[in-house]
């Protein structure tokens, strides 16, 4: 807690800046300088090192790395080091901004962030412009100042706006600049070199007394000074900033802005000045007032009734040696008639100039020039006489620093003094030697808010502290000093040719409003290395301010700095440790730092415990010899309670190398029955070690078995007033170290029981938290305890006896008519653990101690109290049979998905008895269902497994011989079937089949809308609700999977169809519905079968009874939202009619994209059916109702045909689909399904079955598949039309077989010529390239024509075509005999 620099930004292109600053007078540079400066940096001693570590050995390795990391870029030369002494330099307030000028050039470097080559943030300020400022003849800059300026944004937190550069230069003009090097503004103030410009900016006053300054610009000449107005040149600084942006956006000239208005005072009875400061407006007291008039006025002089207020100045110089000046405010109006003059010139122009402008400031060309040529005219001052000063006629001052409170000012003079001025006195009342050239900053450190806290009185107000830096560079050393009599606070040794950047101001444009709530982030004082490039700042402590060196405070900050610094170090050993921390803590005096430094002891892990304990016991004894009354309670009450602590955190160090051999009988004879629990369940936990125990990566600091730190030991424990220690409940890793380091050992049987349980009661810690303690560990090591269940079981019944016995534990707290506390918290533990197979052995071995313990305290009071016995032995029943569903349950979830499935290599959720409780009656089947998902189990599959279960239920209600017969196929099972089984069994209710397959529906349609490309899952979630068996849940959650998840994306493929008017591609399909063209297709079949179970089930709802939704008796208590069945049966009944409409629509969508058909589905209804579209299922719409529009009807029997023509032509392999007995595939363009489905759409449609029908047995027939057609055949109707349209198709076979073939026979074409001339015309007015399979065996066309003399009748007129055709057919088939003839 001392000073310090920081390093906090890096000036980059050093060397870039100076050759642009000094690039004429590279040739100019005399070598001697070069040899002397070389010369002397090699005879000079590196002090930094030694120096800097000397005075601020925090700071060494950061400084150290620093400047090597940067030597190399910025290396400029070592000996070209002095060169930034000879520009003018200046530094925003916000360091965002540095302006180093020579001359006429100047360079702009602006902050920019960047990253190290250890991956930190740094800001750096690079070049941002650089070039030749434009200046008069013969001028050159004298003096820069940076200003920021404000946002005036409603969200700004106090980050500046912009910066604007502020040139004044030796012709007397002063410029100004944009971050760009952009002119704003130029005004020539007077005709002598500009010697300072200065800036006063808002600061909030600390007290109510102190007047508020207004912000100002000061321009200081040799004999005037010119004050300008800060609000007024701020808003003037934004109107020209935006008169450039729009200049040159819009390409055109900048229009020339309105001259500044401005103070200017003449500086009288001073020989020469050099420096300034504005000190602002001050009031005298009446006091004061009345004594200067009378000095002034004499005996006669008349005092006004209020004191004027003032504005007062400090010039430095020669003659006399400081200067103060007093402007009484009002006595001299601003300097308007320049501003005047200019007005009515712009105006008189204006009148003959047609250009727009305010007050014509756009001129032409011509009149401009002339104008430029001619100097403007520059105004007298306002004479202002010294009112007093301090002479000294040989000293003469060199610059003035004034202090952030403005009652303060350093000033330095050429006899290397700098002098401590009261600026209200006017007197000197400190000074310094030995500091020739030397620069001066101040800063101004605010109290922390904590530091006054124990103030007996009202809260205090925040003090500040005044600091002076003084930069000697001849020594280059940087000194802080307090003021004003204080001592030195902190030296540095830095170069000697840095330069000491002070602005004394902060941000332009703040004022009492605008600056609430905001953070100003200026630097105060800022020190620039030209040899490295870094820049820092100082950072001083407040109570540097408060005691010098002899004080006990800054004694003990000391010794405490001492005692950090030696716990950070490593390599210590203990015994110089414990005799160093011994000395320093019984050295310190204040009690506040004595406790901290205590603290930063305790809470160090490289400290051993012996040490520790000494130390403290050290402490307390002294505490002891002393006197009570000279003694802080606190202190030793924080001495005696940790040194309890430690002996506690040793013994049970101790307790844990010994071990307890001997059983206790009563512990022998308690656990009769559990080892028959143990023996039962030991299969399933087996099972469940098994799959919990998985490779997994971990770290050694994480391992519960590491040894526990004293210090952690220490913080998760408390000693109260009364001599309790209570456990701090910290975070879940803590808890289980601190239970492990106390009962882990007893139960591993490493540590003696009642040895350990005795030493934590005298202790003082409450059974209740080593109770909550026990639970927490053994549940947290649950893959320890399973290694070896019984030996653990039994120590752990030891233990909970031990704690149960304990005062406090469950004799003061059982009340006979209720429930214990005591068991209630074990229980309460075992239902909200995650990991069920420690929770049941828990809850096996409380039961058997409580049913121990209640049975003992029962015997001791009245025979009516066993009521309450009772009511607990049955709660313990109840969790224990709860925790072993859970763990056949949990022991199911852990098993892994298959490596292909879905969710392969995600991690099972983990549930305990009270999330399940918590997730209400649905909870159970809800978790399988997700298991089912991770699986990737199929409908089918799941569904022989639940009809396994049912048989198997079945055998076992049975019995006897029965049960014998499907022993077999249960040996079958596999594993994962065998768990799903057991849990089913487990939960008869909550997982009935029913109930199972709509959560499985449910779950996978989820899992579906999450990744609409997996068009599996809907199928998947579909197939699981046919299985349902119930109607009423069936309805249910087909209505809420329509309404929740279906029904959007259905319209939206509806609507694009109906835009495109074709199955759309696969880019359209994603852009408007989300899922790609192959996805839509199976999504549009789900939509279709789920409209279909819809309006079965609402059929079948009428003749079955409402389902009876049951849940186990031991989860009766579950609370939370309603199951996924409740839901289901409150949803209310759908409009069949409606649902059959939509299910219509889905088939003809679904038919669509399968056959990529060209259809506008909604153009197939009338503006009845189209309205009646996508509105709720459960609403009463007005339907489609009589006859049809002919022209729709004909629309909607094209596209059916359509259809039955694109499945025909899908059956391609005619080889294969020629047999009839070859089966179709359940889904695709292919399914067997397809022809039916037609079918029932043109009943619905209105269009004529038979038409359907007919056009099918042409269809086939055309495509060679002579079988089916026969058996589509025999449903048709009408067979004189269907006849006629086979006798063409037979016409068309014929043709080709006798005209079109090209293996035409000697047979066929003395066939032909036997023919008869009709039928041989006819046959040669076919057409074969209408058929699809022209080349189809003889045989089928013989059987075709049978068929068509069949169905053909006699009166009909072509029925002796038929029989023609009958004879030229078996004329061909009988072909090879006539061949066997010559001709």
Request: proline share 6%; net charge negative; glycine share 6%.
């Amino acid at each position: 807690m001392s000073c310090c620099l920081v390093d906090f930004c890096r000036v980059q292109e050093l060397r870039t800046v100076r050759e642009f600053l000094f690039q004429n007078d590279k040739t100019s540079e005399p070598a001697e300088e070069k040899d002397h400066t070389a010369g002397e940096n090699e005879l000079s001693w590196d002090t930094s090192d030694w120096e800097s570590s000397w005075d601020n050995p925090e700071d060494k390795d950061d400084t150290t790395a620093t400047t090597n990391s940067t030597v190399e870029e910025d290396g400029a030369g070592q000996g070209s080091a002095p060169w930034m002494q000879d520009c003018v330099v200046s530094l925003s307030p916000c360091s965002d901004m540095l302006v180093v000028a020579r001359e006429h050039r100047a360079v702009f470097l602006s902050a920019k962030w960047r990253t190290d080559d250890n991956g930190r943030e740094q800001m750096t300020l690079a070049v941002s412009w650089s070039g030749t400022l434009p200046t008069e003849e013969g001028e050159c800059v004298s003096s820069v100042i940076c200003i920021p300026l404000a946002s005036q944004k409603r969200s700004s937190t106090g980050r500046p706006d912009w910066t604007c550069i502020v040139v004044g230069f030796s012709s007397g003009y002063v410029r100004f600049y944009t971050e760009n090097g952009v002119l704003l503004l130029a005004q020539l103030l007077n005709e002598d070199p500009v010697l300072r410009l200065k800036c006063r900016t808002y600061e909030i006053p600390r007290h109510p007394g102190v007047t508020e300054q207004h912000e100002e610009l000061s321009i200081l000449y040799p004999a005037a000074l010119v004050t300008i107005d800060g609000f007024s040149l701020f808003q003037s600084l934004r109107a020209c900033r935006n008169q450039v942006a729009r200049a040159a956006a819009a390409g055109s000239d900048v229009i020339q802005p309105p001259p500044l208005a401005y103070k200017k005072w003449g500086l009288q009875e001073m020989d020469t000045i050099v420096d300034h400061s504005s000190v602002g407006i001050m009031t005298l007291c009446v006091f004061d007032q009345m004594k200067n008039a009378s000095i002034l006025g004499g005996f006669h002089a008349s005092v006004k009734g209020s004191p004027p207020a003032m504005s007062q100045y400090i010039a430095v110089g020669g003659g006399p040696y400081t200067g103060f000046y007093y402007a009484i405010e009002g006595s001299s109006q601003p300097l308007l008639s320049h501003v005047a003059l200019a007005v009515a010139s712009k105006l008189t122009s204006a009148l003959f100039s047609a250009a727009s402008g305010w007050l014509g400031w756009k001129k032409n060309q011509s009149e401009e020039e002339p104008a430029q040529k001619q100097k403007p005219k520059v105004e007298a001052a306002t004479p202002l006489g010294v009112r007093f000063g301090l002479p000294d006629s040989r000293r003469h001052g060199e610059s003035i620093c004034l202090s952030p409170c403005n009652t303060l000012a350093g000033v330095t003079d050429d006899f290397g003094r700098v002098t401590l001025l009261d600026v209200a006195r006017g007197i000197a009342i400190r000074m310094w030697k030995g500091y020739r050239d030397a620069q001066l900053g101040w800063v101004q450190v605010s109290e922390r808010r904590g530091e006054r806290e124990s103030s007996p009185s009202a809260p205090l107000p925040r003090r500040h502290a005044q600091f002076l830096v003084i930069y000697a560079p001849r020594r280059g050393i940087l000194e802080v000093w307090g003021t004003q009599q204080g001592p030195r606070v902190g030296a540095f040794t830095v170069g000697k040719h840095c330069r000491l950047l002070y602005a004394g101001y902060r941000l332009m444009g703040v004022n009492s409003v605008t600056s609430q709530g905001w953070q100003l982030h200026t630097q105060q004082v800022c020190l620039l290395d030209p040899t490295t490039g870094g820049l820092r700042t100082i950072t001083v402590p407040f109570h540097l301010a408060l005691s010098d060196k002899k004080s006990e405070r800054a004694k003990d900050m000391h010794l405490l700095k001492r005692l950090a610094t030696l716990l950070r170090s490593r390599e210590v050993e203990p015994d110089i440790l414990e005799s160093e921390a011994k000395s320093v803590l019984l050295e310190i005096k204040h009690p506040a730092i004595k406790k901290q430094a205590l603290e930063s002891l305790l809470s160090n892990k490289n400290a051993p415990i012996s040490c520790l304990t000494n130390v403290t016991r050290a402490l307390h004894n002294s505490f002891k010899e002393r006197d009570p009354e000279a003694v802080d309670e606190a202190l030793l009450q924080l001495c005696s309670s940790q040194l309890k602590l430690l002996q506690l955190y040793s013994d049970i160090q101790q307790l844990q190398s010994a071990t307890d051999t001997e059983p206790c009988p009563e512990a022998v004879e308690s656990l009769e029955g559990l080892e028959v629990e143990l023996s039962r369940l030991a299969p399933t936990l087996e099972r469940y070690a098994q799959l919990t125990t998985r490779p997994s990566v971990s770290f050694a600091q994480d391992s519960p078995d590491r040894p526990l730190p004293a210090r952690t030991f220490l913080s998760q424990l408390e000693c109260a007033e009364t001599g309790e220690v209570n456990v701090v409940r910290g975070s879940d890793t803590d808890w289980n170290q601190l239970g492990s380091f106390l009962l882990w050992g007893c139960l591993c049987g490493d540590s003696p029981i009642h040895s350990v349980c005795d030493t934590l009661q005298q202790a003082g810690i409450s059974p209740q938290q080593l109770l909550s303690l026990l639970l927490s560990v053994w549940l947290h090591r649950e893959k320890d305890v399973l290694k070896k269940p019984e030996m653990t079981a039994r120590n752990l019944h030891a233990l909970l006896t031990a704690l149960s016995n304990m005062k406090g534990a469950v004799e003061a707290s059982w009340d006979p008519q209720s429930l214990s506390p005591w068991w209630q918290q074990v229980r309460g533990a075992c239902v909200q653990s995650h990991s069920p197979a420690a929770a049941l052995l828990a809850a096996l071995v409380a039961h058997r101690a409580a049913k121990t313990n209640i049975t003992s305290l029962g015997d001791s009071k009245l025979q009516a109290e066993w009521e309450a016995v009772s009511l607990e032995l049955e709660q313990w029943a109840v969790c224990v049979r709860q925790l072993e569903d859970m763990l056949a349950l949990q022991t199911l979830l852990w098993v892994p998905p298959p490596p292909h499935g879905a969710a392969s290599g995600s991690t099972p959720p983990q549930y305990s008895v009270k999330t399940l409780l918590e997730g209400g009656r649905g909870g159970i089947a809800d978790s399988v269902s997700k298991w089912v998902f991770r699986q990737d189990l199929a409908p089918a599959r799941l569904a022989g497994i639940l009809q396994r279960r049912a048989e198997k239920q079945a055998d076992d209600s049975s019995g006897g011989e029965e049960a014998k017969d499907h022993t077999q196929p249960d040996a079958e099972l596999d594993r994962t079937a065998e768990l799903l089984v057991t849990v089913c069994q487990r939960f008869p209710d909550s997982l009935s089949a029913d109930l199972l397959y709509a959560h499985c529906c449910w779950e996978y349609v989820v899992q579906w809308n999450k990744d609409p490309e997996e068009g599996r899952f809907l199928c998947w979630a579909v197939d699981h609700l046919k299985l349902v068996s119930s109607p009423h849940i069936q309805l249910g959650i087909s209505s809420m999977m329509w309404s929740t998840f279906i029904v959007k994306r259905f319209s939206a493929a509806a609507f694009l169809m109906e835009k495109v008017g074709k199955a759309p591609k696969d880019r359209l399909c994603r852009r408007d519905v989300g899922m790609g063209d192959k996805a839509l297709t199976s999504f549009l079949g789900s939509c279709a079968q789920l409209l279909q179970i819809l309006m079965e089930a609402d059929s079948a709802v009428e003749e079955v009874a409402l389902p009876e939704l049951c849940v186990e008796e031991v989860w009766g208590g579950a609370e939370g939202p309603a199951s996924l069945a409740e839901l289901a049966l409150e949803q209310k009944g759908v409009h069949y009619p409606l649902v059959q409409h939509h299910c219509l629509l889905a088939s003809l969508l679904h038919a669509t994209m399968t056959f990529s058909l060209r259809l506008k589905p909604l153009s197939l209804f009338d503006s009845k059916g189209k309205n009646a579209f996508f509105r709720d299922l459960t609403s009463i719409q007005l339907m489609p109702s009589g006859d049809m529009d002919p022209s729709l009807i004909s629309l909607r029997q094209e596209f059916l045909l359509r259809v039955l023509t694109a499945w025909v032509q899908a059956l391609d392999d005619v080889a294969e689909a020629s047999a009839s007995t070859t089966p179709l595939p359940a889904s695709g363009p292919r399914a067997d399904w397809w022809p039916s489905l037609c079918q029932e759409l043109a009943s619905l449609l209105q269009v004529n079955t038979d038409v359907v029908k007919r056009h099918l047995v042409c269809e086939l027939y055309n495509q060679g598949l002579d079988p089916r057609a026969e058996e589509v055949m025999m449903e048709v109707e009408d067979k004189d039309v269907l006849g006629s349209q086979l006798l063409v198709l037979t016409g068309q076979r014929l043709s080709y077989s006798l005209l079109h073939s090209q293996a035409q026979t000697q047979s066929a074409m003395e066939l032909l010529a036997r023919l008869p001339p009709t039928l041989c015309t006819w046959l040669k007015a076919m057409d074969p390239s209408e058929l699809r399979c022209p080349s189809v065996p003889l045989a089928q066309s013989s059987r075709l024509v049978s068929r068509l003399i069949e169905i053909l009748p006699e009166n009909h007129a072509q029925y002796s075509l038929a029989l023609h055709l009958m004879e030229a057919v078996d004329a061909l088939t009988t072909g090879p005999t006539l061949t066997t003839h010559p001709t």
